[in-house]
């Protein structure tokens, strides 16, 4: 498809820094926009090479030479969060007014991405909150706000085997952040029970550090001795706007399972099912009960999160118009506020902005 033919106007041009296990999600999903005629993908940057090889775009081992060599119109930074804040600031003493996708977490800290944050104010940034596309989400959102269903307490579990060969930041960051994002900023919002900035007590429950669930040689590559031990599991507290948010995110506890479970006033209950198989189809789920009483219970495939979230951010940076589904900078800083607060032996207050 050419971009005469595409309703969104002339394709803007794409570089993918970082070539690991998402980055190539990310490539694979770009690689059906630009057949869609979305996007065009102007090059992949990885500095070890082997993960370029074979790939049938233009590839940098260095930033700034692809920077000089391409015209770029959005930067997609999939490196580790390590790298985020560095490649994040060469980019923009390139072009002060870069266009950036950035996976989740956005920065290492908040310092970090205060300072960044000014720097953005002139660019279109979007950042990859995947669950947020979850077609069981939207389906859970359109019957509380159809039966005009009011909150009481919401449950959130979240184990995930951790792959050992792979470095981690923690569970808290890794992890945790997922739902916990999905719910401030997107289903709580979307169903009137809080704003999106709303004011958030934070309480760690329990929390457990282990070394065996990563690759010790790569975490001290990456991380540094601080993170040689990273956090593998924490139980949590949550209280925003009077609702009661409870949660288990881990790495070590078993089986795989990941859901959000929210209990209504008139004792109906809304579960949310992420990647699980129920009778022989994978996907997310959604089921509702009323004590008894199954009311809903459906299905949805899997769906392509990454592609979906890109085509979120595309359609927000032609139109201005930003949907719950593109996670931006304000969410995104306090959606590291919120992970460093995990991390603490006391509670946390964060304000919103309206406080």
Known sequence: MSYIENTYGPPPSVLLVGHG????????????????????????????????????QRVFKNLNTALKKE??????????TGDHANTIESVLEHKSNMDFFIEKSFVENVDQAKCLANRLSQ???????????????KAAIEYINKHQLKVEKVGVVWKKKRQPTRPSAGVHIDEACHSIDALLHYILPSIGACEFDSTVSI????????????????????????????????????????IQI????????????????IDTMDKTRVEILFDKEVEGLKGDHIRVNK????????????????????????????????????????????DLKITKALAMDEVSILQGSGS
């Open 21 to 56: 296990i998402f980055g190539a999600v990310h490539r694979k999903a770009l690689e059906d926009l630009e057949k869609d005629g979305r996007v065009i993908i102007s090059g992949v940057v990885d500095i070890d090479q082997c993960k370029l090889e074979g790939l049938s």
């Open 123 to 137: 660019s279109a940034v979007g950042f990859g909150f995947l669950i947020r596309q979850s077609p069981a989400i």
């Open 291 to 334: 004590g008894t009483e199954q009311l809903i219970s459906r299905s949805f495939s899997n769906i392509n999160r990454v592609k979906s979230e890109w085509e979120e951010f595309l359609n927000y940076r032609q139109q201005k118009n930003r949907s719950f589904l593109v996670a931006g900078l304000y969410e995104a800083i306090r």
């Open 71 to 80: 015209n770029i119109d959005i930067v997609a930074v999939v490196t580790n």
């Open 246 to 261: 409870k949660g288990l995110s881990s790495f070590i506890k078993g089986p795989v399972e990941r859901k959000i479970t």
């Open 203 to 242: 309480k760690p429950i329990k929390t457990k550090y282990s070394n065996k669930i990563i690759d010790k040689v790569a975490q001290e590559k990456i991380y540094g001795k601080s993170f040689s031990k990273p956090m593998a599991e924490v139980s949590y507290n949550i209280e925003v706007n009077g």
